[in-house]
């Protein structure tokens, strides 16, 4: 048996140092180590000897057994580690490089010019308030006093849903919600929101864009709070080198209602009085937004008696502004989604 022992293990050493493949190693374990393997099967005929031999032969079948098992862990380990050297050769992966970082987005160029409109509102106490994008015709015409078949329709060509509903032209309607909402309170908020107008696509028109609205209702307030709040925003967003320019102008939900321009950046570049180019059409002024005191006839469909208060209110285009401060020429790159345009903002 001895002699059988020696063969076995000497077999087992020889087969196991010409494995050259970790897939290999399962199959000479099962044959030598494993429950049916051959050293198991030599300690079973171990009751077959006499009692004299028997501890003998146990002994040394066990040391064998030990022998094994240590030299199946180090070829085990030295195979594991030719074969990731290898592999790291075929693969040409150079581990010690640093990682390729991830593209992270960031906001879109309209986001990030509400975010500085927010911002700038917010320091002179305005709050943000969010009103439907489905308006009925009664809150986007109505009740801001334009009334059925009255011309001054005409100013906002208009997506119908269906005979009484509208996307919302303009975010107007969301003074009239505020309003009742907050009637009999002081009121001072900023509405933003996207809006709709059933226009011609062209650079300078989509057929959705972004507003913020403005609304002021208090107690005593008059044209020169306007006047002051709007100012402020147009030095705090676009540079206080620029002069702020108010015009009367007619809208249906203010009285009086003026438009205010800004100079146009053509005659800061040079220093200069504003000259024109072809951005402000060659007047030297853009128009910001159109504004006004809230017309009576507004304040008393929000709830608030016109003897007692009065307001101003304010709309201005969101995307035209950002056109204006980074130079674009287009306004549908705004939802084009092309990542070549957005990305650079
Ligand atoms: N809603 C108007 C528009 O979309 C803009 C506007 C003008 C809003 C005067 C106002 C305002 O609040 O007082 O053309």
Redo the contacts with the bound molecule.
Sequence with gaps: MLEQINMLREKGQNELNALNSTDQLPEWYYRYLGRKGDLTSLLKQLGTLSSEERPAMGKVINEVKQELQESFELRQKTLRETNLSQQLEIDDLDVTLPGRPCTTGHLHLTTQTLRRIYKIFQEMGFQVYEAPEVESDEFNFQL?NIPEYHPARD??DTFWVNDEVVLR????PG?IWAMREYYPEPIRVILPGK?YRFEQITPRSEHQFF?V???AIGKNIRLTDLIGVMSEFAHKMYGVERKVRFRG?Y?P??EP???IDMSCSCGEEDGTESSGCRLCKYTGWLEV??????HPAVLRNGGYDPEEWSG??????VERPALLKHNIDDIRYFYGNDLRFLQQF
């Design positions: 801001l100013m906002w032209t303009h975010t107007s003074q809006c507003q609205e403005g609304l102008s809208f939900f203010t209602s003026i438009e937004a159109g504004a006004g005191m809230v101003f209110a304010f709309g201005m285009g």
